[in-house]
């Protein structure tokens, strides 16, 4: 398969685990869940299927681990801007972030996570239960953090914290897809701009 770099076969029994999950976590962002087989999978990880059924689980299995590093790696950017001191900085961290994972150097372009949500009818219940988790949790994050603004006085009495959580997800979720199309990080730097003066009329 084009574009996937290939490992050298034959590692010893004793590979390196984080390392292959990272080639993993790379073929699944650049090809998406149903893009790669897991032949493909475990050659780019240099090791053997075998091995990954031992190590990993099935396809699913490795996808939802591949889930959990990138969203420790590239994606930490969510979880670092919920320590900003005002929403408008959590806002501004979040959508910045989301522009700057999908767009790095030497990373493919989009996100992991939307490319998953993508080829969500290829998953079993596993991959399915593993991405709910994950956007779930993030918007739960993103909500309690803008209720705790609300009650600092931060955010306006009305301002609804669940509403501000899914706008700022559907904007980062916009954000990858344009990426993954092709957009520039100054382009869409712009949109995200354009998207934090409608957050802050709240």
Request: charged share 25%.
């Amino acid at each position: 398969m084009e574009g996937i770099e290939r490992a050298p076969v034959g590692r010893p029994r004793g590979f390196d685990a984080d390392k292959a999950l990272e080639r993993a976590m790379m073929v699944f962002w650049k090809e998406g869940y149903d893009g790669v087989s897991l032949s493909e999978l475990a050659r780019a990880m240099g090791i053997t299927k075998t091995s990954l059924y031992a190590a990993y689980g099935n396809k699913e299995d490795l996808f939802r681990k591949a889930l959990e590093r990138y969203a420790e790696g590239p994606a930490s950017y969510a979880a670092r801007a919920l320590g900003e001191p005002t929403a408008k900085a959590v806002a501004t961290a979040y959508l910045t972030g989301s522009v700057r994972a999908t767009t790095q150097s030497g990373c493919p372009a989009g996100c992991l996570g939307v490319q998953g949500f993508m080829a969500a009818g290829h998953l079993g219940e596993t991959g399915r239960d593993a991405l709910r988790a994950w956007r779930d949790e993030d918007r739960a994050r993103l909500r309690d953090r803008f209720r705790r603004a609300v009650g600092e006085g931060d955010l306006p009495p009305d301002a609804d914290p669940e509403a501000l959580a899914h706008y700022l997800m559907t904007m980062a979720n916009g954000i990858a897809v344009q990426a993954a199309a092709g957009a520039g990080r100054d382009e869409l730097q712009r949109s995200v701009d354009v998207a934090l003066r409608a957050f802050l009329s709240v």
